[in-house]
């Protein structure tokens, strides 16, 4: 039975946490908010800084200009490297550009490249699973692309060449879905008996905590709403998670504004998450429109407290206090160090 409204009277609105920026994330734009402090504008980004289309549209306003290829970039420019990664190529491109560069890349995606440099060097075939075209799979790939082989799914996995009597490694992008990763995985681990696991898991915390957040309350949920960029790809990965987790619809938004009143209809039970580049704001907005749909205000359930933080880059952290020059720490130059 629903009231005027049109929606049920024991209607509720569940958040997920953790949710939203991630420590690689907040890494990345507070290095290009730092840039343009430090340097002035145009501070140029190869690529999207983050997938988030309010991300970048918010530092465009502040003088940061994305590119695609750095040819786009005049010579002896200040060049911001995003969170995804680049390959070896890209950086020494930028270095024959005289590019003065920062690397904003996620330290947990640095991870990924040196395992492929190292297994790579111990003569390892490496399979990668990812997404093809993705910046990050372009980057990791990049370091060895003789050496790497994409799968995307267990077809690939089914096609792949590979001598099945010699030791293999898989390795990930950070952002997949942790269950389809472990499917492929293990359609692999049956072809190639000797497959290698990598020494640590490359499917990020943030990723994993956000996908088991909602899991958590998805099968209590008619409807999932998801706050995240289509190009993100742990944003689409977490309307999956939800679906398989029992929600009964779940879509994605960039921000209020796309919320449908159609989706609505009849619905009790309102799950809200949002993607690992998504600032708190745009999921702020979407339960302020569902307080305006006729829905009482969130409660938050949180899976765990995420308190994992990554040092800015030398070029962009904050000055050494004078108290601890005169202890001999020495302040960083920024100036100096893109030189």
């Known amino acids: ?65 994305f590119v695609d290829e750095l040819a786009q970039v005049p010579r002896g420019a200040l060049l911001v490297f995003s969170a995804h990664g680049v390959s070896p190529a890209v950086r020494a491109e930028a270095a024959q550009r005289g590019l003065r560069t920062i690397d904003a890349t996620c330290p947990l995606v640095t991870k990924v490249h040196h395992e492929v440099t190292r297994f790579t060097g111990r ?13 990050e799979v372009e980057g990791t790939s990049g370091e060895a692309p003789d050496n790497v082989t994409l799968v ?37 681990r049956a072809r190639f008996p000797k497959l290698l696991d990598p020494p640590t898991d490359d499917i990020c915390y943030a990723t994993q905590n956000r996908q088991s957040a909602i ?9 999932v709403i998801v706050v995240g960029s289509a190009n993100s790809s742990n944003s689409m990965r977490l309307v999956d998670v939800a679906l398989d987790a029992g929600a009964g619809a779940a879509h994605r938004v960039d921000d209020a504004d796309q919320l449908d009143p159609a989706w609505f209809e009849g619905v009790a039970t309102v799950g809200v998450t949002s993607g690992a580049s998504v600032p708190e704001e745009l999921l702020d ?4 429109r569902l ?16 308190t994992i933080a990554f040092a800015l880059p030398t070029q962009v952290r904050p000055p050494i206090p004078r108290g601890d020059r005169h202890r001999g720490v020495a302040r960083p130059d920024p100036a100096a160090q893109l030189r």
């Open 1 to 65: 039975m629903s009231d005027e409204t049109g929606l049920p009277p024991d209607r509720r609105v569940l958040v997920a946490a953790p949710r939203g920026y991630c420590a690689g994330v907040d890494r990345a734009v507070t290095t290009v908010e730092r840039a343009l402090a430090s340097f002035g504008a145009p501070v140029y980004v190869r690529k999207q800084i983050v997938h988030n289309k309010h991300v970048v549209e918010t530092l465009e306003s502040k003088g940061a200009v």
């Open 123 to 135: 003569g390892l075939p490496i399979v990668l699973v990812g997404h093809a075209g993705h910046e």
């Open 152 to 188: 995307q799914n267990v077809g690939d996995v089914d096609a792949l060449s590979l001598d099945p009597d010699k030791p293999l490694i898989w390795l990930s992008q950070t952002t997949l879905s942790v269950d389809e990763t472990r499917e492929i995985v293990e359609r692999l």
């Open 215 to 223: 899991k958590q309350i998805a099968a209590r949920c008619e409807l």
């Open 285 to 288: 907005a979407v339960l302020m």
């Open 291 to 306: 307080v305006e749909l006729g829905y009482p205000p969130a409660t938050e359930e949180v899976l765990t407290e995420e």
